[in-house]
């Protein structure tokens, strides 16, 4: 288990610093103000007109870089910063945000792939630990001599959830990517922001960006952990 531990920590670190990075880059670009003088509500309602989407709401949510989209209830869900304010930053979390409902709009097939995964996840991500804690201790104790790695049918289980998991992973990186692409594009050609703020924009988005980046090659990791533990058993 040496080794599941150094995954995790170093997944942990990387992942830390990332979003200490991230953290540190919006506070930086919370800082160059908007010339036009929108906020970020402005902004995600502007971006949801000019592509014709006018079922979507904007709304404020408590708490910091909790901004998402919800496909059930159509809305634009904006923390309460990047809701009122007017900057680089907060330009960039709307928009991208807005790309998540023009992926609805249009029907984009990772959107509509991850979302199937949705349900599958939720359990998996829920049972996962239990079911590969318990894969171990029922390889331990049922080893035997004619059968030296006991019965590994319980930890398969659990390597297939967390498959189940990394997958979403790494479905997630388009979604993310596509969003912000989306994004960028409409601001740029808008004119919504100026030359200096979509540099902002651009630097905000690629480190967001990095933070699911590094939560999916962590889960891999992980993922090849339990896969080549259940191996070494069957071997």
């Not at 009122?84 to 709009?105: K, L, P, S, T």
Request: glycine fraction near 8%.
């Amino acid at each position: 288990m040496g080794g599941y531990y150094l995954i995790i920590g170093l997944s942990m670190l990387v992942s830390w610093l990332v979003s200490a990075r991230l953290k540190s880059k919006f506070a930086h670009y919370s800082k160059v103000h908007l010339r036009n003088g929108m906020s970020g509500k402005e902004v995600a309602e502007k971006m949801l007109r000019d592509s014709g989407i006018h079922d979507v709401q904007v709304i404020s949510v408590p708490g910091q870089l909790t901004d998402h989209y919800n496909p059930v209830n159509k809305t634009v869900n904006l923390s309460e910063a990047v809701y009122m304010q007017r900057n680089a930053a907060a330009a960039a979390v709307a928009a991208h945000e807005c790309g998540h409902a023009v992926q609805h709009a249009v029907g984009y097939s990772m959107l509509q792939m991850r979302s199937k995964l949705v349900p599958v996840v939720q359990i998996s991500s829920n049972l996962m630990q239990f079911v590969l804690i318990a894969g171990i201790v029922l390889m331990g104790a049922t080893q035997t001599i004619e059968n030296p790695n006991g019965n590994t049918t319980v930890l398969a289980i659990g390597v297939a959830m967390f498959a189940m998991t990394t997958l979403f992973a790494f479905v997630t990186l388009p979604v993310e990517y596509d969003a912000s692409n989306r994004a960028m594009k409409w601001l740029k050609d808008t004119g919504t922001v100026t030359a200096e703020e979509f540099v902002g924009v651009k630097d905000s988005l690629k480190w967001a960006a990095r933070t699911y980046v590094v939560a999916a090659i962590g889960s891999l990791a992980q993922l090849l952990y339990w896969a080549s533990l259940l191996m070494g058993r069957r071997d």
